[in-house]
């Protein structure tokens, strides 16, 4: 059975940074896409970044772009978010989740509970 887990957040002043790790078990995390997602109180989840499994490939929400950065270390199985320059609107739990490829399709794979970032202003 997948587990993620993530970790890394804390509480964080306006500008400060955080790095965020999600590590899995029962999974290989180079031959999936990995993703980091955010939700906040009474608003849905949504996309933050991914990473793609051959190529490394990184995507970004444009509201993130120039200030995070998704990358893996294949060799701790281990997939960051490094985020700079953080605002307080961007207090939320941070999930991380995988794609995996079934009948043609990248399909999503399970979540992870999910860690806290807080910053205050």
């Known amino acids: 059975q997948v587990r993620l887990v993530e970790s890394g957040g804390g509480l964080v002043q306006a500008g400060g940074s955080l790095r965020l790790l999600c590590a899995p078990s029962?999974?290989?995390?180079?031959?999936?896409?990995v993703g980091w997602f955010r939700q906040a109180p009474g608003r849905d989840r949504e996309f933050v970044a991914t990473i793609r499994r051959n190529d490394d490939t990184t995507y970004y929400a444009e509201s993130v772009k120039g200030r995070f950065t998704i990358s893996r270390d294949n060799g701790k199985n281990t997939v960051y978010l490094q985020m700079n320059n953080l605002k307080p609107e961007e207090t939320a739990v941070y999930y991380c989740t995988y794609w995996f490829r079934a009948l043609g399709k990248e399909r999503p794979g399970s979540w992870g509970q999910g860690t806290q970032v807080t910053v205050s202003s």
């Open positions: 029962g999974l290989t995390f180079s031959r999936h896409h």
